[in-house]
């Protein structure tokens, strides 16, 4: 476990303070958020620190740092460090067909059976997709596919056959989509450690890294955030079953799936956890996975493999395993150095990891979208930036 110390007062982190903090008043003021835990490290050291606004606006429920958060997306990179422990105790293969560890997973390609490797599922070159980004009644829907946010009261084994059945958009390995891929290699993980995806995930991942508030379900507690999507003049908060335009499509939250340990673990969405907890994770892997993956996994894993026209978070952007990598950092018009790495989750996150700089920040805010693709992520990545 990495253990970060109190902030220190110095002249590099007031000077940051003075860049980031006018930037979440800023935001908090305007109601593009709600509430939010930002913390930045720097060389190893936690150089910035705060909770703003409300975790829970209708209980005027003060943000604090140790609060919960449902990350959607955020559990990607966790669940693919599970699978590539695996792939490192030589229980998985990256070249290996889906097919050994899911019998039944055979989805065809322009009506033929199209094999789908391990390493197709990590850098999302399957030729899956999400059904959120299809119109109304899509092929999806029809299927009755879960994207791992909706309460559903089917297992993942279920899931994993009714997305066998939709043909696939590309064939393997020729076109990066985002997609439902690692819900898929959740399936292949549960299979070769003889787990269930949330057991294997704690054992593989949360537990050496003493992430304690780290999981595929919550007890509820006040310490979990309210979830909110964006509106006008303010955040709309999400009750039972919200949906939510994305897109030709729409996005289904179910706030209250993370309370249900019944729920199946989905490893594209499932998890929540703390902004410190998500720290400690980003800082390992920044510092050459240890105790977790060797430094050389890790390398790949943090190299692009897709090239920088899949636009993986716009221009310049492309895709390693587990996050987008930057590889033009001109075109994605960014002060980010090339070899970042960065993801978000669909609650109203964003992370990024600058190896260059040492830098990690984690930006964590119960508002969908506005603090996942919003002008708070770059507010925030700018002010990292700016010279004082």
């Known amino acids: 476990m990495l253990a970060f110390p109190v902030l220190a007062d110095d ?8 860049q980031l903090d006018p930037v979440i008043d800023r935001a908090i003021a305007e ?41 959607a997306s955020v559990t990607k990179p966790l669940v693919t460090v599970a699978a590539m422990r695996l792939v490192e105790q030589g229980r998985i293969k990256l070249d290996e067909p889906v097919s050994k560890w899911l019998p039944d997973f055979r989805p065809s390609f322009e009506g033929k059976e199209a094999p789908i490797l391990v390493r197709h599922l990590l850098n999302h070159t399957a030729g899956l997709e999400y059904g959120f980004f299809q119109p109304p009644g899509g092929s999806y829907a029809r299927a009755g596919v879960s994207d791992g946010l909706d309460l559903s009261n089917i297992t993942l084994d279920e899931n994993l056959k009714r997305i066998a059945t939709v043909p696939l958009v590309s064939r393997p390995g020729e076109t990066w989509r985002y997609s439902v891929a690692i819900d898929v290699l959740g ?12 057991k ?7 537990t050496p890294l003493a992430l304690a508030d780290t999981g595929f379900s919550v007890k509820p507690t006040d310490r979990l955030t309210a979830a909110y999507f964006d509106g ?20 289904t939250f179910s706030p209250d799936r993370i309370l249900d340990d019944k729920a199946f673990p989905s490893g594209g969405a499932g998890m929540a956890g703390t902004a410190n907890d998500l720290l400690t994770f980003l800082e390992t892997i920044r510092k050459g ?8 996994t890790v390398k790949t894993m943090m190299q692009d493999q897709t090239g920088p026209k899949a636009e993986t978070q716009g221009p310049g ?12 950092p001109s075109a994605a018009g960014t002060p980010q150095s090339k070899g970042t790495i960065q993801w978000g989750g669909t609650y109203g996150h964003n992370w990024f990891v600058d190896p260059v700089k040492n830098i990690t920040v984690v930006a964590l805010t119960n508002t969908a979208f506005e603090g996942m693709w919003g002008q708070f992520t770059r507010d925030v990545r700018d002010a990292v930036y700016a010279k004082p």
């Open 289 to 296: 996975g240890g105790p977790l993956l060797s430094p050389e």
């Open 11 to 18: 002249h590099g982190q007031s000077a940051l303070k003075a």
């Open 187 to 198: 399936g292949v993980i549960e299979k070769a450690s003889g787990k269930t995806l949330d």
């Open 317 to 328: 952007w492309g895709f390693g395993s587990g996050w987008a990598v930057l590889v033009d």
């Open 200 to 206: 294997a995930v704690d054992e593989l991942v949360v």
């Open 31 to 71: 109601q593009r958020i709600v509430g939010t835990v930002v913390l930045v490290a720097r060389d190893g050291e936690l150089v910035y620190a705060r909770a703003a606004g409300l975790a829970d606006r209708e209980a005027n429920r003060t943000a604090r740092q140790d609060d919960i958060f449902r990350f």
């Open 232 to 251: 006008s003049p303010a955040p709309v908060r999400m009750q039972g079953d919200a949906s939510v335009p994305i897109g030709e499509g729409k996005l």
